[in-house]
């Protein structure tokens, strides 16, 4: 079976660690290495390049370090893993047998209010954007602000030239009035990469079933983020378990074309029991079985939906 992981942040977390030859078969200190992708079977994965605000002022730099990491990967393991540029990409690389490497930029700070760079990241790979992280920016403000106003000027531009170039809209991290704003703007399906259902857990990071609907009618994709702290109120309880109650919530409200996965391994410093890393995911399928979904649903959940989604999107 197929596995989309729509969020990790392992390539921010080993710029943070290591200058220098990178081992990407074994990475001690990350969730994520290429030795446990192979051993949980995950087959497309979307890498961030997340900026830690500390870094605002030299966000462009940043990213482009991040960028050249994952040409890294690739160049160094092209047996492995390939960049996913077309839609058709995904096929090929699964025909190879390789895993589909997608990148995306989480956050608009790196643009620094300039279309013209957005242009420069897509000609780089880059396939999806989220406008915001928590804070305010030239594009948008984050869920992090105290009241969150809508989309920029210049944020409505880059939602506009992302449709025409085919990258796929993240609306993860934004605040509530920029998520109406691009629902309203966008042609295309959107998706959430890494939310879970704010109904089960009361968190400013979390979509709520208006929200959830939303992403739904707009035949976008929600995945479902391993956070302890966005899965449960108390967060010691967090557990696969609570993994598939999100994923049982979603699709009672959204249906089943809504749900995908968005593990934010290596961007969060604890996990659920039962998913301590990317060799764990396959138990979700297990505990799908479990509870009653048939494979053709828990296909979609697995990959199938989050497929659909960047494959109608990119060109
Ligand atoms: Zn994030």
């Given amino acids: 079976m197929e596995i989309f992981d729509a969020h990790i942040d392992t390539l921010s977390k080993i710029h943070l660690r290591q200058t220098g030859e990178v081992n990407f078969e074994s990475l001690d200190f990350c969730h994520v290495d290429l030795k446990r992708m192979r051993q949980g079977g995950i087959t497309a994965q979307v890498f961030a390049i997340f900026i830690h605000p500390r870094f605002k002022n030299i966000a462009l730099e940043q990213a482009l370090s991040m960028v050249e990491l994952l040409w890294q990967l690739i160049d160094t393991h092209q047996d492995a893993i390939g960049l996913v540029k077309t839609a ?93 704003d691009i629902i309203s703007l966008s042609k295309n399906p959107i998706i959430a990469s ?80 039962g998913l301590e890393d990317c060799a764990k995911v396959p138990a979700i399928i297990h505990g799908l079985e479990q509870r009653g979904f048939s494979g053709n649903v828990i296909e979609k959940i697995m990959a199938g939906n989050m497929l659909r989604v960047f494959k109608s999107v990119l060109k």
């Fill in 88 to 180: 058709a990409d995904f096929d090929k690389l699964k025909k190879e047998n390789k895993i589909s490497a997608i990148l995306s930029l989480e956050g608009g700070e790196a643009l620094q209010g300039n279309i013209g760079l957005l242009r420069i990241f897509y000609e780089l790979g880059v396939r999806a954007l989220s406008l915001t992280w928590n804070h305010r920016n030239e594009l948008a403000d984050g869920v992090g602000e105290k009241e969150p106003g809508g989309l920029s000027d210049r944020g409505k531009e880059v939602i506009s030239e992302m449709d025409r170039l085919g990258m796929v809209i993240d609306v993860s991290h934004l605040g509530e009035k920029g998520f109406w």
């Fill in 194 to 273: 890494h939310s879970n259902a704010k109904a089960l857990c009361n968190h400013r990071r979390n979509l709520t079933d208006e929200q959830i609907k939303a992403i739904a009618d707009s035949g976008g994709v929600i995945g479902v983020n391993f956070l302890p702290e966005f899965l449960v109120d108390q967060r010691k309880n967090a557990t696969i378990e609570t993994v598939l109650d999100h994923i049982t919530y979603l699709i009672n409200i959204g249906g089943i074309d809504v749900v995908g996965l968005g593990s934010d391994f290596d961007g969060i410093d604890s996990t659920p029991q």
